[in-house]
């Protein structure tokens, strides 16, 4: 077998030293009758084979790279340098346990604590976990954490409808056992003078994201007013490249700051494994989730970092943890910090410019064809609406059948009243080209 | 041997990546809208990647050397995986491609599923949950909305024996219901007459760890499950120890209502020093419905398999009852691809042989070691096995100092201080593929430990000595708190 090193010479001579016949006499405490299953499954195939069989699978998808993508809503076609793949590589970083033993785990430990201090800095916020499972569950937890700095007295989660529709879906998934109303999402309009209006006393959090989930930029502090006149938690679900160029919540006044981390260097990989970042004040960090660094001395006086605030967890408080959460997305983490490292302060913000420029490229591009309309009422980044002359589904088809674009969101299938409505994401990947082409197949497509 | 913070290796000015000139017109940015200061490194690539390659040097991983860490698998992680997880046409796929683009990435999802159907024994499965605790989480959802949906909203109380993971209370909290601690016997199972006695229409179900954290195959599971049913409750099983069990047994056979999966254990994806790890949900027929979506089907069979052109089409379906997402998107894919590469070269017999020898090396150790380290539930055990970290001649060397000494032999300590319900335990998880040499050699410097416990026990306490750095002060980091670099904004 592969992977197993053991001998028949080694087996008979441990068998022995544990003073046993066979390897089956092992399992007499297995009932009898569910005793060794048959299991109908493939023989082994070699390493070589296996290879070839998922080279093949993978040849039956049509991946970025080969093709332009204006898909986001959520998850964006970013560069990630090669740096960022080759540290996450490193076996010692790649085969290593959550830190629990900080000698032998320096490694990890201080690359989360400046993940943690490069988080800080991008959202203006004071303390950063090591991460969440991604963007919506951390959300999720946010919003844990909202109730339980009110004494769970507070019932009621404000969201804003332009917060991505799988996060609001994940909060209600998590909370459909705690007695909670969530409310403010019902129409599809990302308004802020409804939302303002469902903000009460009863309200543990307000969460709203920044850009929205239509790409625009709408202004923070009325909300977190809003939010603070009634003592509930402002949450802002913010997007990293965004943050590069755009004031962090951290300045307007958010408590919480929440998000998706994949655009720091993660590849698309079909929706995962990625990144959910979280940071909030220093005064709640008793009452968050998740993994936390921490600096200390050791023995001789020298620096050194370690899992810190573990009484909040579940392996020491069980039933009366922050979270159950454990294995976070360690790995994940390492690589935005890398990423993070290597783009730095000129390089993130030259991203955050280059995305801003081709989207207004493309929208401008795209608002010459007849047809089609531009939803410029608020600033947007890097995504924006399209009102379309007809289903979105159908002119999906044809950008990819003749031009081999994939194109954009059809927001409809989230929002019912959005109907022909096109999320389009532009990022730095997108060529000038790309852009052209995909505004000349729309044109023909409206014809 | 001290690694600066990487903000201290810049210079003002410096950039590690330089991105090209717009090839697009230049738009006016919206100035009221932009920061004025963004504190990130300011550093060249060069010293980037000498930064991270010196501090992963600081870091213990499987690929250096042996890491017998209890209940968490540390398995060697195939390069194949790595390689296969970056494939170009898995890598770059957008997550809402119709599926008409993605067919081999629904595909490869739809035959793991099936995989860990058939090696369980259950009749679904969703890849949705991204960790052990994230499936957990799911299990207690759907058994609270399976409860919910027969009416029945008697039900909040939730077993849980005190050999337990501590996700387990803290996943049954975070879904709104009651905790109830079950006691374990004298030969470490669950306590039947407690269960028993605990047993009414307030019941959910049973949280059970088989085999359970000592390493031990619960003697009357059989009895357990039974009474669990009788009282209308249903079963859950935590996956974190099924590297014992690949065709030795499938859970959902002998009465399991719903198992998570740790890929990150048992199927070989790396832990990546905290995930991503990935925990799907394998479930009976009557849960079938409540499992969270959606999840990838077979839409079209294939009619003819001979028939090149004929493929069977996949698609994503929404379980009828389902208790909705558990996280955006569809899981930890990458997790997914690895999991499968590693099914795939081992065949359903190699995934028997997996287990028998993970059982096999951990049977193997124990022996080597219990005339040394007292073994409190001394009888064969399945894939791992709790010592005592204790000698009554030695009374200040306590598993700590054992665990810590260690390092000094370039191994990385077993679990301490759990299960909770061993004193000063040793939790020692071997995996089956390390060699019997590197068993040999670790049980050596233990028993020299265990002699020097005696003999020198300065030389525990003041371990380690060869790590980067000596024993930390936890308690002045959870006292002084300083968990950014950065001066903090106000």
Request: with cysteine; charged share 20%.
């Amino acid at each position: 077998m592969t992977y197993l090193p053991h001998t028949d010479a080694d087996i008979e001579a441990m068998l022995k030293v544990i003073g046993i016949r066979r390897i089956e006499d092992m399992f007499a405490d297995v009932p009898e009758k569910f005793r060794f299953p048959a299991l109908d499954l493939p023989e082994a195939i070699s390493q070589m084979e296996a290879a070839w069989r998922l080279e093949e699978m993978s040849h039956a998808n049509l991946p970025g790279g080969k093709t332009a993508i204006f898909l986001g809503a959520g998850a964006y076609n970013h560069w990630s340098p090669p740096v960022v793949n080759h540290t996450i590589l490193r076996g010692e970083f790649l085969t290593a346990y959550t830190p629990y033993q900080p000698e032998v785990s320096q490694g990890t430990l201080q690359a989360i604590y400046e993940y943690q201090s490069m988080i800080c800095a991008l959202t203006g916020m004071q303390v950063s976990n090591a991460s969440h499972y991604d963007g919506a569950t951390s959300l999720a937890e946010a919003a844990i954490m909202a109730l339980n700095v009110h004494g769970l007295r507070r019932k009621k989660i404000v969201l804003c409808a332009g917060i991505h529709p799988e996060y609001r879906a994940v909060v209600r998934t998590y909370m459909q056992g705690m007695g909670v109303t969530i409310t403010g999402d019902e129409d599809d309009s990302a308004d802020w003078d409804r939302l303002i209006a469902a903000v009460d006393g009863d309200t543990a959090m307000v969460a709203a994201q920044y850009p929205n989930f239509f790409g625009q930029v709408q202004a923070i502090p009325r909300l977190v007013e809003a939010a603070h006149e009634y003592g509930a938690l402002m949450c802002v679900v913010a997007d990293p490249i965004a943050l590069g160029l755009l004031k962090p919540p951290g300045w307007m006044g958010a408590d919480v700051v929440v998000g998706e981390g994949q655009s720091l260097g993660i590849p698309l990989s079909f929706g995962g494994p990625y990144l959910g970042f979280f940071a909030t004040r220093e005064e709640h960090v008793r009452k968050m989730a998740g993994r936390l660094v921490g600096e200390t001395l050791d023995t001789r006086g020298e620096t050194g970092y370690v899992l810190t605030l573990a009484t909040r967890e579940q392996h020491i408080r069980r039933a009366r943890a922050t979270s159950n959460i454990c294995t976070n997305q360690g790995l994940m983490a390492l690589a935005a910090c890398v990423y993070m490292s290597v783009m730095g302060k000129h390089g993130l913000r030259r991203v955050a410019e280059l995305c801003y420029h081709k989207a207004h490229y493309a929208a401008d591009a795209i608002d010459r064809v007849d047809g089609y309309q531009v939803d410029r009422s608020k600033p947007f980044f890097k995504e924006f609406v399209v009102q379309c002359p007809k289903p979105v589904a159908e002119i999906n088809d044809y950008l990819l059948s003749e031009y081999g674009i994939i194109g954009g969101y059809d927001l409809e299938r989230a929002y019912p009243s959005r109907v022909n409505q096109m999320l389009i994401a532009v990022t730095e990947q997108n060529t000038r080209a790309e852009i052209d082409d995909l505004a000349q197949a729309l044109s023909e497509v409206a014809k | 041997m001290k690694e600066p913070i990487i903000y201290d290796l810049g210079a003002p000015g410096r950039t590690g990546i330089k991105m090209p000139d717009p090839d697009v017109p230049v738009y006016d940015l919206p100035a009221e809208l932009l920061r004025d200061e963004l504190d990130l490194p300011e550093v060249d690539e060069m010293t980037v990647v000498r930064h991270f390659l010196r501090l992963s040097q600081l870091n213990h991983g499987i690929d250096k050397a042996f890491y017998p860490l209890g209940s968490c698998t540390m398995k060697y992680n195939p390069k194949l995986n790595e390689d296969m997880a970056r494939l170009p046409g898995f890598l770059h796929l957008h997550p809402y491609q119709d599926p008409s683009t993605v067919q081999g990435a629904l595909e490869l999802m739809y035959e793991l599923q099936e995989w860990l159907k058939e090696i369980g024994g259950f009749a679904g499965v969703s890849l949705q949950p991204a960790a052990g605790a994230h499936g957990e989480f799911t299990g207690i959802l759907m058994m609270r909305a399976y409860h919910l949906d027969r009416g029945d909203a008697r039900r909040t109380k939730m077993l849980i024996p005190d050999s337990a993971h501590g996700t387990n209370p803290a996943s049954t909290s975070m879904s709104g219901l009651t905790v109830v601690e079950l006691p374990s016997d004298a030969r470490g199972n669950v306590d039947l007459n407690a269960l028993r006695e605990q047993c009414d229409d307030t019941v959910v179900g049973l949280m059970i760890t088989n085999p359970n954290t000592l390493g031990l195959f619960e003697e009357h599971l059989v009895e357990v499950i039974e009474t669990i049913h009788a009282c209308g409750g249903l079963v859950y099983g935590d996956g974190a120890n099924f590297n014992a069990l690949m065709g030795i047994c499938k859970p959902g056979e002998m009465g399991f209502d719903v198992m998570h999966y740790n890929l990150h254990k048992t199927f070989s994806t790396p832990h990546g020093g905290g995930g991503p790890g990935s925990g799907p949900v394998g479930v009976s027929a009557r849960l079938v419905p409540f499992l969270p979506g959606p999840i990838v089907g077979l839409v079209e069979e294939s009619a003819d398999e001979a028939d090149e052109e004929d493929v069977p089409v996949y698609g994503w379906v929404m379980p009828e009852k389902s208790i909705g997402r558990m996280k955006a998107f569809h899981g930890q894919f990458g997790m997914h691809v690895r999991a499968l590469a590693y099914m795939l070269v081992h065949g359903g017999e190699g995934l028997r042989k997996v287990s028998e020898m993970a059982v096999l090396n951990a049977n193997y150790l124990r022996v080597l070691l219990r005339d040394t380290y007292h073994v409190p539930y001394d009888r064969i055990n399945m894939h791992e096995f709790v010592a005592e970290g204790r000698f009554p001649d030695a009374p200040d060397v306590h598993a700590l100092d054992i665990a810590k000494r260690l390092m000094d032999f370039g191994f990385h300590p077993p679990t301490n201080y759990f299960p909770l319900i061993v004193h000063e335990a040793l939790m020692i998880e071997p995996t089956e593929t390390e060699t019997k040499e590197t068993l040999d050699a670790f049980a050596q410097a233990m028993l020299q430990i265990a002699r020097e416990a005696r003999e020198n026990p300065d030389i525990l306490h003041s371990a380690p000595h060869i790590t980067p750095v000596g024993r930390l002060d936890e308690v002045r980091a959870a006292k002084e708190l300083v968990l950014c670099c950065r001066p903090v904004p106000e």
